[in-house]
């Protein structure tokens, strides 16, 4: 959790104890000392409650609640001019009528802006946005990105642009995992830690560690999704379940495996291609070989060349949630013939 702001606390309470003060001494209504000070204590501390929840909403959202209340309540308004005549109302119905229907309406306005909010393009709007916003891409990094480590790499090669956040409570996920008895998760999240400072030490990237939080939220992923919210980012993940829940939420996420599977060779059935047998197949007379990369390749009659670098004709190509799958085949008549060529020539 971050730590207090006391500047911030004093100038509140400060600003409460003003206010009653002020209502003290004026006693607007009519009413005593004490009751007058009471009341615009209550109405700062509401203030002050209303800011701390305003202070977490994002821009769109803000504007889409005005626009909103404006729009209802000049509906209502025009509605109550238009109504109150024709209905003979008497003084009080009227009076009620012209002060509730702008409130009910205006109300109304509120919360369908706030609920649209996320149609408004603030990008249309230049003086709304500052120009680093405009020109930067924020790309904020979780737990399981750091302890891959590719992340490292992709932005050595220039492929990442924007600023990389790294935020505060992910850093203490990540200390937490290198503290661990289990020497396993230690080594993951002391590679973690070396990935954030491999990450800074790069002249050409920008990499902010904020100390933003949101204590009313436990799960990291949680926090992050309302981070990215709230920033208008990106979420860089290798967590499946992270990247689903994102997505539902209308988080746009960038995950590295899925990058990964995007840049794997792509193989045609009828092209040759040369392997190394690792092991033995599941199904009779087969040979399992890895590209470089890991992609699994699934050989028919290869089991007895297992240790053996042979050439193959790719048969099929098969793409999982796992990545690919190559199936090939060992032509034993046709690498005898071309032996014997080799051999005659």
Known sequence: MSRPNWDTIFLRAGFVAVMAAIAGVVRPFGLSFERAAGYAALAAIAVNLVELRIRKAALSTLLGACAGAAIGGVLGIVFVALITPAAGSNGDTARFLRLAVPLFTGFLGLLAGIARADRL??????????DSKKRTSLKILDTSVLIDGRIADIAESGFLDGVLVIPQFVLHELQLVADSGDS???????????????????PHL???VSSADYPALREVDLKLIEMAKAEQAKIMTNDFNLNKLAQVQGVEVLNINELANALKPIVLPGETMRVFILKEGK???QGVAYLDDGTMVVV??????????IDITVTSVLQ???????FGKYDERAQSTAASASAAS
């Open 121 to 130: 393009d603030l990008a249309a709007f230049g003086f709304l946005t500052s």
């Open 184 to 202: 396993a998760k230690r080594n993951r999240g002391r590679r973690g830690l070396d990935v954030v400072q491999r990450l800074q030490k790069m």
């Open 206 to 208: 920008e990499v902010r």
């Open 283 to 285: 199904e009779y007379n």
């Open 300 to 309: 028919d009659n290869a089991r007895r060349l297992i240790s053996k670098t």
């Open 320 to 326: 999982t949630t796992a990545g690919k799958m190559i």
